[in-house]
């Protein structure tokens, strides 16, 4: 196996708890026989800057084995932020606000969605529609 791979494989079991290909193929939405290619071919460029995204970790360390000068962390991944579950709270809460034909002031959308993204963390993005309504309420 490429050594790139080894690395990329090493990362998303530490930092995404991720132990298959197959759910590494999927959390980087790509196809199995991707990352078949990469493990005998090396990770492409492209893929390089995906993964790096992805996963927090430069895309020299993926491809080398070697730390540039360090870049510092987004703010979501400093607190371990879930991107996908980020990104249903976000567009959940939009609709809310839409169906309901609200305009809440900037600081009240971002505390519901600090709201929301507590509550899909501890208890998933199932059934949305109730949460944001009463979430739209507290902070409407």
Do not use: C
């Amino acid at each position: 196996m490429n050594e790139q791979m080894k690395r990329l494989y090493q990362v998303a079991r530490e930092r995404k708890g991720l132990h298959t290909p197959a759910e590494v193929a999927r959390y980087l939405n790509q196809f199995q026989q991707t990352l078949k290619n990469w493990e005998s071919r090396g990770i492409s460029q492209k893929g390089l800057h995906l993964a790096s995204e992805k996963l927090g970790v430069s895309a020299a360390w993926l491809a080398e084995g070697v730390e540039t000068q360090a870049r510092p962390a987004r703010p979501s991944q400093q607190r371990g932020y879930d991107r996908e579950i980020l990104r249903e709270t976000v567009l959940g809460l939009e609709r809310g606000i839409k169906r309901r034909g609200l305009n809440p002031a900037p600081e009240k959308r971002a505390e519901a969605v600090v709201l929301l993204y507590e509550h899909y963390s501890a208890n998933g993005t199932g059934d949305q529609n109730d949460i944001i309504e009463t979430v739209l309420r507290l902070v409407g």
